[in-house]
């Protein structure tokens, strides 16, 4: 049974915030704080799921009765209750459990971002004297640094997802389709176990002028054509984000020129990350690095992101008026992409640790030095 919150921080962050309690509802962050990681969360979110930290350590997690015998089986909780669905609401359950647990007049941390409006409104409702605030900020302030275990299991997801758009890349021939290759990152991933695909972006030529479009059938692998593809997925729960490109046949002069430009900016300035640097001297550095490689006034909202615990976007971001610092053992997607005259994008995303003295490259299983080639 893996668990990889970090309780110290976690506790910290309620205290800063004046948190008697925490509550956690969306897919993400339930499984942070419980282990437990089921298919439909995020597709059915009236069959809600609660996990709660108490500020004295003690823990419950809330599922619907169907659901319960996969949340057994990886929980790390102390204390699971369960509802029958359409039969109890499940806010009426988290109010009585928090009743009993003389939380009813707490100041309790809920996830403002995620809980939709008619449940906030009836816990309102059910704990009338209840200080209910935003717990977003205090659970993404804990779960950015990660412990070496968590680490190692996103770098063992990366890995796998390296192998498995390498591998596609390979089977890849002209005239084949922008689906055909999503097809294939795919079946490669569900081969090396991912058991879900965050997301599957492959682009070819025209098409990468947009940033996440679905695969086409009919849009063909031409001689000429640049392949962007930007994909993730979960492996047990903890997610990869990569960025590749390929190139179907030889690639001329200039998008040698543009792939050089971003695949060295990401190694340069990514390196150079240490613990301690804002988030905003990051996205400063990729400015830099553009203009000292005769691309001024390179502007973007973000030049990469942490990495989140299902592999989405995660606070620190890396946009020019973030303060927030690096820390060691945050884990950081950097992708600063770059677009050609025609507003086709080139993007290189590669995932590093960060250290007390700069950050080590996590997705070092490909090499990324030049285009792949499809021929």
């Given at each position: 049974?893996?668990?990889?919150?970090?309780?110290?921080?976690?506790?910290?962050?309620?205290e800063?915030d004046?948190?008697?309690?925490?509550?956690a509802f969306?897919?993400?962050?339930?499984?942070?704080?419980s282990g437990?990681?089921?298919?439909?969360?995020d597709?059915?979110?009236e069959?809600?799921?609660?996990?709660g930290?108490?500020r004295?350590?003690?823990?419950?997690?809330?599922c619907?009765?169907?659901?319960?015998?996969?949340?057994?089986a990886?929980?790390?909780?102390?204390?699971?209750?369960?509802?029958?669905?359409?039969?109890?609401?499940?806010?009426?359950?988290?109010?009585?459990?928090?009743?009993?647990?003389?939380?009813?007049?707490?100041?309790?941390?809920?996830?403002?971002r995620?809980?939709m409006?008619?449940?906030?409104?009836?816990?309102?409702?059910?704990?009338?004297?209840?200080?209910l605030?935003?717990?977003?900020?205090?659970?993404?302030?804990?779960r950015?640094?990660?412990?070496?275990?968590?680490?190692?299991?996103i770098?063992?997801?990366?890995?796998?997802?390296?192998?498995?758009?390498?591998?596609a890349?390979?089977?890849?021939?002209?005239?084949?389709?922008?689906?055909?290759?999503?097809?294939?990152?795919?079946?490669?991933?569900?081969?090396?176990?991912?058991?879900?695909?965050?997301?599957?972006i492959?682009?070819?030529?025209?098409?990468a002028?947009?940033?996440h479009p679905?695969?086409s059938?009919?849009?063909?692998?031409d001689?000429g054509?640049?392949v962007?593809i930007?994909?993730?997925?979960?492996?047990?729960?903890?997610?990869?984000?990569?960025?590749?490109?390929?190139?179907v046949?030889r690639?001329?002069?200039?998008?040698?020129?543009?792939?050089?430009?971003?695949?060295?900016?990401?190694?340069?300035?990514g390196?150079?990350?240490?613990?301690?640097?804002?988030?905003?001297?990051v996205?400063?550095?990729?400015?830099?690095y553009?203009?000292a490689?005769?691309?001024?006034?390179?502007?973007?909202?973000?030049?990469?992101?942490?990495l989140?615990?299902?592999g989405?976007?995660?606070?620190?971001?890396?946009?020019?008026?973030?303060?927030?610092l690096?820390?060691a053992?945050?884990?950081?997607?950097?992708?600063?992409?770059?677009?050609?005259?025609?507003?086709?994008?080139?993007?290189?995303?590669?995932?590093?640790?960060?250290?007390?003295?700069?950050a080590?490259?996590?997705?070092?299983?490909t090499?990324?030095?030049?285009?792949?080639?499809i021929?």
């Amino acid at each position: 049974m893996t668990n990889v919150r970090n309780d110290p921080r976690l506790l910290r962050e309620m205290e800063r915030d004046g948190l008697d309690a925490l509550l956690a509802f969306s897919m993400e962050n339930v499984f942070y704080l419980s282990g437990s990681l089921f298919a439909l969360q995020d597709n059915i979110r009236e069959r809600l799921s609660v996990c709660g930290l108490v500020r004295d350590g003690t823990d419950f997690l809330i599922c619907a009765q169907n659901e319960v015998s996969a949340v057994e089986a990886k929980c790390h909780v102390g204390r699971i209750e369960t509802y029958a669905e359409f039969d109890r609401s499940p806010i009426e359950l988290l109010a009585s459990l928090l009743e009993e647990q003389g939380l009813g007049s707490a100041t309790i941390g809920v996830e403002k971002r995620y809980l939709m409006t008619e449940f906030y409104e009836e816990l309102a409702a059910r704990l009338p004297k209840a200080r209910l605030i935003a717990s977003d900020r205090a659970i993404e302030a804990a779960r950015a640094v990660k412990s070496p275990e968590h680490i190692g299991l996103i770098a063992k997801a990366s890995r796998a997802t390296e192998d498995a758009v390498a591998d596609a890349f390979a089977a890849m021939r002209p005239g084949m389709s922008e689906r055909a290759l999503a097809t294939a990152i795919l079946e490669g991933m569900h081969d090396r176990g991912a058991q879900v695909m965050r997301h599957n972006i492959v682009t070819v030529g025209d098409n990468a002028r947009h940033a996440h479009p679905y695969p086409s059938p009919s849009k063909r692998l031409d001689p000429g054509d640049v392949v962007r593809i930007d994909v993730g997925g979960l492996f047990d729960g903890y997610g990869s984000d990569i960025a590749r490109m390929a190139v179907v046949g030889r690639p001329d002069e200039r998008q040698t020129e543009i792939y050089g430009r971003v695949r060295g900016c990401v190694h340069s300035i990514g390196p150079a990350m240490r613990a301690g640097m804002a988030a905003k001297e990051v996205y400063r550095a990729a400015v830099e690095y553009y203009a000292a490689n005769g691309i001024s006034g390179y502007r973007r909202d973000h030049v990469g992101h942490s990495l989140s615990i299902l592999g989405g976007h995660d606070n620190p971001m890396l946009h020019r008026g973030n303060d927030m610092l690096l820390e060691a053992g945050m884990v950081i997607a950097l992708e600063p992409i770059l677009t050609d005259e025609t507003g086709r994008r080139y993007t290189v995303e590669d995932t590093f640790e960060v250290k007390a003295e700069g950050a080590e490259l996590l997705t070092s299983a490909t090499e990324t030095s030049k285009m792949a080639v499809i021929a």
